[in-house]
Structures are given as structure tokens and as C-alpha cells.
């Protein structure tokens, strides 16, 4: 199965300002998600991203919020902009695999101050 | 109702009992998933299922389509299997989560 490095691990920042998420995949995927668990919550699928197109908002989440990039067939970004304590969470990348099914990222823990 | 209900929520056993954790889901998939989320936050697929059983190493996960019900299954517990463990449906590309399920195994 393939392997996703995700960073930073963890960050602590400030209000008003933005942290952009970055996810490497050691080999080619066709799509990749990412997902929000905010404290004592389950997983929520913020966006799915495919190489070569605009990503794909869940309701409630919105490009200007949360903008993703998908340059190429192993990499994305997601960065979470203007935050506010309420973004504190975990945000997870995941990969569709074929055949395996699907690989996570080792999350990003963000506090919001 | 949510889509994807877990039980129990917590579950605290002693080293070497047997766990079972059950998921029931009320929508059409096309897989259901085992996760395993560690206090880190990054989440392990532990198992891929469309029907009957899979096993690996002291887990077992098995699936009742008819009945739109799962478990997953820890024999002989130990410690390092504390973690929480997630059943997610597949349908489409998309997953759908369920709760969660809290595991801590005392030595």
C-alpha cells in the first residue's frame, strides 16, 4: 500500500493567520481526500482533490476557508486560512488506493490561539 | 439516526480477554473499513471487507451484508492495543465514519 508523509505534525498558531498542510504519497494516486476531526469528534470529509481539477467541497466548507492544491499525481496541500479557535482539530490527507482500499496521513494536531 | 453506529463507545478489558466491537450502518456500500487511530491522531487501515471474514495476526473482522453489521474482533488483548478503533462505510469514493470506539487494555 502506498505510504503518505504528512506535515507538520502539530502547530500552534495564532489567530488571523494561515497554516498550510502539506501531504507526499510515495507513489501515483488518483484522488485524495482531506479530512477534519475536531476534539472528541469522528472524521469529516472536507474536500476530495484529483489531480488536474478543482477540488470538491463538502457542504459547510468552502474554497476561500480551506483552498487545496493538487499539482501532481503525489502531492496536496491544504492550507486553513484566516483561523480562529475553532479550527483547532486534527486534519488528516488520505489516499484512495486500488485494490487496498485507503491510506491516511499521520495528521496534523492544530491549536488555535 | 447516523449513518454509521459503533458500540460501545469506551471499553476497558484486561490483557489477554477477548474484544468485540460491533458497527451497524443503514446505507448502501460497497466496503466497510476498519481504522485504527492511536493518540497521535494518524489512523491505520486495519481491514477492507465486502463479505464474510478476513483475519490478521490477532484481529478478525467480519461482515454481514444482509444485516448491515460488523465486527471486529481482538483475541488475546495486550496493552499496545489500546487505541481507538473506527469503522468507516465505503460508497462510492467517499467514507463515511462512525464514532469511534475507545479501547484501553490494562496489563
Known amino acids: 500500500s502506498a505510504v503518505i508523509s504528512q506535515k507538520p505534525s502539530r502547530d500552534i498558531c495564532q489567530r488571523g493567520t494561515s497554516l498550510t498542510i502539506q501531504c507526499q504519497v510515495d507513489?501515483?494516486?488518483?484522488?485524495m481526500f482531506w479530512y477534519r476531526q475536531q476534539p472528541g469528534q469522528s472524521l469529516t470529509l472536507i474536500a476530495t482533490a484529483n489531480q488536474g481539477s478543482e477540488a470538491t467541497y463538502e457542504s459547510g466548507f468552502v474554497i476561500d476557508k480551506f483552498p487545496i492544491s493538487r499539482p501532481n499525481l503525489t502531492f496536496s496541500t491544504l492550507t486553513v486560512s484566516n483561523m480562529s479557535p475553532e479550527d483547532s482539530s486534527i486534519y488528516l490527507c488520505?489516499?484512495?488506493?486500488?485494490?487496498?482500499?485507503?491510506?491516511f496521513g499521520s495528521g496534523t494536531r492544530l491549536t488555535v490561539v | 439516526k447516523n449513518e454509521v453506529e459503533q458500540s460501545p463507545q469506551n471499553l476497558t478489558a484486561q490483557e489477554g480477554e477477548f474484544i468485540t466491537i460491533n458497527c451497524s450502518y443503514s446505507v448502501g456500500i460497497s466496503a466497510l473499513h476498519w481504522l485504527q487511530q492511536h493518540p497521535g491522531g494518524g489512523i491505520v487501515s486495519l481491514f477492507m471487507?465486502?463479505?464474510g471474514k478476513k483475519k490478521h495476526g490477532r484481529l478478525i473482522a467480519t461482515i454481514n451484508i444482509q444485516e448491515k453489521h460488523s465486527s471486529l474482533h481482538i483475541t488475546a488483548s495486550h496493552p499496545r492495543d489500546s487505541a481507538v478503533y473506527i469503522c468507516a462505510v465505503q460508497a462510492g469514493n467517499k467514507l463515511t465514519f462512525g464514532g469511534g470506539t475507545r479501547v484501553l487494555v490494562k496489563p
Open positions: 471487507l465486502s463479505s
Open positions: 488520505s489516499a484512495s488506493v486500488r485494490g487496498y482500499g485507503y491510506t
Open positions: 507513489s501515483q494516486v488518483t484522488m
